[in-house]
Each structure stands twice: as structure tokens, then as C-alpha cells.
């Protein structure tokens, strides 16, 4: 597999990041704690993932409340493999009366304490979203002193606007703090909002992008077509909620294009839909959280495909 550099914090980074945030749960909803992928089946994801060469596993202390950074913790102690990237995230409603996404410095010093307690280890930190009461100088400076105590490699943000990135790099600058390195939002064929800005100014800014979602939570296959209702247990039946905005009439009829168009490659649905995104010329590293053995077949054919200029405008107008 690729090895590419994250922004400018010369670290490589394998061309996809494994997401461990279906272990435990979805992600990190009080509503489907429990009902996500259990332990075993985590560490068997996990395992299929290393095999296929990928090195990063990404994780959040919020994620099932814990629970999805105690079993890459365990997975990473029982395998100890010592090529493995570990990524996870601070600011997500961890604590006691905790109501709010809190970067304070105290509270990113006890979490990063916390998870790393889990992990082993901490690689790449993210900030989960944005704390507005919290000034950005005060969250800068506790990631720059973990950076400066090698804590972690590096520092990045999730979940963020244009305009709060601006904001971030304008304040790192002003107070002489490190850049984050990289950007790690939503993105695919179905959600395409950062296109227009945020890529553009991150490109720019000589930041990496590391996508979550890349297939909009299965949308983009061909599970969903024809009036297939979701089966128990998937993340449409779980989190539907959260891809309610591309999950219409609309958004499935482009989907059925790129299923015609995915024929003509001879390959799945799924797995056009990630050559796309692997293809990005602002894309970093998809993160990939396949349920199920058999879906892994999807990224072996995304890898095997190599798009032309050509074929990948051509499908992103599927989606105009």
C-alpha cells in the first residue's frame, strides 16, 4: 500500500486509515452504545486491516464511551505491531456533567492522559469539533506542549468549517504555536460541502485530509437502491439520522448512476465510490470502517483501480 506524507509533519501515513469507531457502538451516540461491532469482531477488522497493509487505526476517547480505545488498546498489546499509527480524538462529552465540546487545556491534559492509559500510545490527536468557550490560544498551547513532551507525533482537527480553520492557522501563527497538520471531516460523493472551500484552503495551507464517511454510511453502494430497506444491525438502521440530508430520493438516483457507472469498470458500486475519493488530487487518506469481512472485497477493488483525470470528473458530475 502507498505511503504518503500528512501535511507537512513528515510522517507517512498509509493511503487509508482504518476507523474503529463502529467497535462498541456508532461513533459516539449514547443511542447505539452497545450495538455496534463487538469486541471480537473488532479485533478481527483490525487484524484484516494490517493484513491489507493499512497502518493507521483512528479511534476518539467519546467513541462508545471508551470502549472503541479499550479494544484497539488491546488489539495493539496483544499484536504489538510496531509499524502502526494510533490516532484518536479529545473534546467529545466524556466526563461527568460534561455538557458541552470542552478543548480546555486542563481537560485535553486529563483525556490525553486517559487515553493514552488505553491506547498504549498516542500518534495523532485530533480535536473533536469546536469549543467556543475555550480561547483558541489556550487549546493550541495544550496540544503544542503534548507536541513539545512527545506525547504525540502531531496534532490535526475534526469536524471543522473553513472559517474556523482560518481562524485555528491565524492564532497558531499569532502566538507562535505549531499548525495542525491535518483536517479530518466528512467527505465523499454524497457530501461534497468542503469541495468549494475548506480543501482548497487546506491544499493551500500544505495541510493533509483524511476523510471520514467515504461512503456516507453505506449509501454508496448498492444496498440501499430500489427500495431496499436497511438491514438491522447497519449504520442506516443505527444512524440514519446523520445521513438523513443525502438519504433521498435524490441522492439514491445518483447513487443507481454510479452503479451504471461502476459496471463499466467491473467493479462494485462501493468500490468506485472510494477510487473516486482515493483519486482526490486533496485527499490524503480515506478512513475505511468495513462491518464485515466480506466488505473489504469494495476496498481491494477501490486499490486495484487507478482513475484518470478523465474518469474521476466524470463521475463526480454523477453528483452535480
Known sequence: MRKVQLGRSGI????LFFGAGGIGGIGSSLATRGKGL??????????????????????????????????VGRWLGEREPEDELVATKVGGLVEPGQDRIDLSGAHIGRQLAASIRR????????????DPSTPLAETLAAFAAAVEARTI??????????????EVLSVADRERLPRPEWVQNSFSLLVRTDERDLLPLAAAEGLGYTPYSPLAGGLLSDRYLHGAEPKPGSRIALAGA???????PGGLERVERLA???RDFDVSTAALALAWLRR???????????RSS????????????????????GIAELFD
Open 12 to 15: 507517512e501515513v498509509t493511503e
Open 38 to 71: 463487538t469486541l471480537a469482531q473488532g479485533v478481527e477488522r483490525m487484524d484484516e486491516a494490517y493484513d491489507l497493509g493499512i497502518r493507521v487505526v483512528d479511534t476518539a476517547n467519546s467513541y462508545a464511551g471508551g470502549r472503541s480505545e479499550e479494544a
Open 119 to 130: 491506547l498504549g500510545r498516542v500518534d495523532l490527536y485530533l480535536s473533536q469539533g469546536t
Open 153 to 166: 507525533r502531531a496534532y490535526g482537527l475534526s469536524n471543522v468549517t473553513p472559517r474556523q480553520l482560518e
Open 242 to 248: 446523520i445521513y438523513a440530508q443525502v438519504n433521498t
Open 260 to 262: 451504471a457507472r461502476a
Open 280 to 290: 482526490h488530487p486533496h485527499v490524503t487518506a480515506p478512513i475505511v470502517s468495513p
Open 294 to 313: 466480506g466488505q473489504w472485497d469494495a476496498v481491494h477493488e477501490a486499490l486495484a483501480l487507478d482513475l484518470t483525470d478523465g474518469d474521476a470528473a
